[in-house]
């Protein structure tokens, strides 16, 4: 009696996925479990992206060779942390923004007794430097408190010192005339060898630390909370959940600065604010 072939069904499983995303969910499961960094929800093409240019710049195989390398060398996690970060920045960058916050958000300020600011990622400190000498030029430092805030420690050692070279300052010139500057940027530095630091009285009223938006809580309640062109590299999901750190750490008719391609709207939170300066991406919590 001759067999018969029985074709069995072909089981059903999820969606099929490339190895290399197999690669990558590993990888980043594994740097959140063994030391606390969550990429899980970043944007998946950003994330490809970059790890995809670490293996190209370390001449490794695949990304499994990175996890390897990322779980054994410290200094190989901290370019992974660097790379996942957004370090893009100068001062004064996107003039637009700082010249409707010194219209519309100083007025506000002014009516407050001590001003708390928060610059969430704030890379290697440009920004919260640019503001301080906005507030400066208000004369509103010697009331402000700014926290500077970064998942990347070395980016924050960077901006902890305030130290750029000369040609970065003269680049950001034409920006900080556009914001409405009403000096020179040059005269807001000291010459530090090589390079320009930011003179010592704009310093003292920023204080930087490290915080994670994605697993850290709040850790105080601000009049400004400005966390520009991070949001875009997350997922919806992750989005939502930092909103909610930011709706919880903003007092009430306190002002949400974003980034020029994010926007408060299709969000959670989209009712608890009213626009401030829509174009500019500038809110004010009313609930």
Known sequence: ??????????????????????????????????????????????????????????HLDSISSLQERVFRDPDMLNRLVSSMSIQASHLFRDPKF????????VPLLRTYPLIRI???????????????????EEDLLNKSLLYATDINVEALQIALHGAYSTQHIEACERNYKEAGGRASLASYFEREGRKSRITKDLRDHIVFTRHNLVTDGSFNEFNVILCRNVLLYFTQELRNR?????????????????????????TTFEKQYRPLDE?????????
């Open 98 to 105: 700082f010249l409707a916050f010194r219209r519309k958000a």
């Open 118 to 136: 928060w610059h969430a990622g704030c890379a290697n400190g440009e920004e919260v430097y640019s503001m301080a000498i906005l507030l400066k």
């Open 1 to 58: 009696m001759g067999s018969n072939l029985v074709r069995l069904p072909q089981p059903i499983g999820p969606d099929p996925v490339s190895i290399e995303d197999v690669e990558i969910s590993l990888l980043l499961e594994g740097v959140f479990r063994l030391f606390g960094y969550d990429f899980r929800q970043y944007s998946p093409t950003s994330v490809k992206r970059r790890l995809k240019e670490m293996v190209a710049v370390d």
């Open 279 to 287: 174009e500019n991406n500038l809110y004010r919590r009313v609930n």
């Open 242 to 266: 930092v909103h909610a750190l930011l709706h919880g750490s903003l007092m009430r008719f306190g002002l949400l600065a974003l980034g020029a391609q994010e926007t408060i709207r299709f």
